[in-house]
T-cell receptor, first 112, second 115 residues
């Protein structure tokens, strides 16, 4: 599986934007970039995914570099409820295996 | 979306015993996955469970230790056999609704402590 690299931890202040980076230099053409987050004592939840173009949804935005070797998850206004571990995952849907391979993720702390 | 429930939510078990964890989905799904999350760690995939066929196990996980059943499109069980303290973890099931780059939905997890 193609690997991703994320900072171990990041800190933000409430109501400020947060940019969570992810490097994936070995990404293949059939890899989608997925972001999940895990709130304390809960199972992971889907945040957003994309292939080549930037994506927006009600939770966040995903900015993908032109060469696709890196991406950034953007939370436009962090709230205390956004404190979680954020996972950047490459998912190959070109074959028959749709599994998610989780790395260590980034622990986001949001200060009031 | 998909609503997933797991039973039990938590359990404390004795070494050498077995525990079966149930995962129920509110709609039919093709693919179900079982993950383990050891204390302070990320999630590790144990196996993929597809209805009508044997589960596919990841490297380091074997059927004798983690037998899985998938009797229909809304239900699966994972058994943790002959438990030791090293099996103390959170076990999560997840589902993939369609064969597309769609989101995976996760259950709340089963917190297992082995004494």
């Amino acid at each position: 599986d193609a690997k991703t690299t994320q900072p171990n931890s990041m800190e933000s202040n409430e109501e400020e934007p947060v940019h969570l980076p992810c490097n994936h230099s070995t990404i293949s053409g059939t890899d989608y970039i997925h972001w999940y987050r895990q709130l304390p004592s809960q199972g992971p939840e889907y945040v957003i995914h994309g292939l080549t173009s930037n994506v927006n949804n009600r939770m966040a935005s995903l900015a993908i570099a032109e060469d696709r070797k890196s991406s950034t998850l953007i939370l436009h206004r962090a709230t205390l409820r956004d404190a979680a571990v954020y996972y950047c995952i490459l998912r190959d849907v070109g074959g028959s295996n749709y599994k998610l391979t989780f790395g260590k993720g980034t622990l986001l702390t949001v200060n009031p | 979306s998909a609503v997933i429930s797991q039973k039990p939510s938590r359990d404390i078990c004795q070494r050498g015993t077995s525990l079966t964890i149930q995962c129920q989905v509110d709609s039919q799904v093709t693919m179900m996955f079982w993950y383990r999350q050891q204390p302070g760690q990320s999630l590790t995939l144990i196996a993929t469970a597809n209805q009508g066929s044997e589960a596919t196990y990841e490297s380091g996980f074997v059927i004798d230790k983690f037998p899985i059943s998938r009797p229909n499109l809304t239900f699966s069980t994972l058994t943790v056999s002959n438990m030791s303290p090293e099996d103390s973890s959170i076990y999560l099931c997840s589902v993939d609704r369609t064969r597309s780059p769609a989101e995976q939905f996760f259950g709340p997890g089963t917190r297992l402590t082995v004494l």
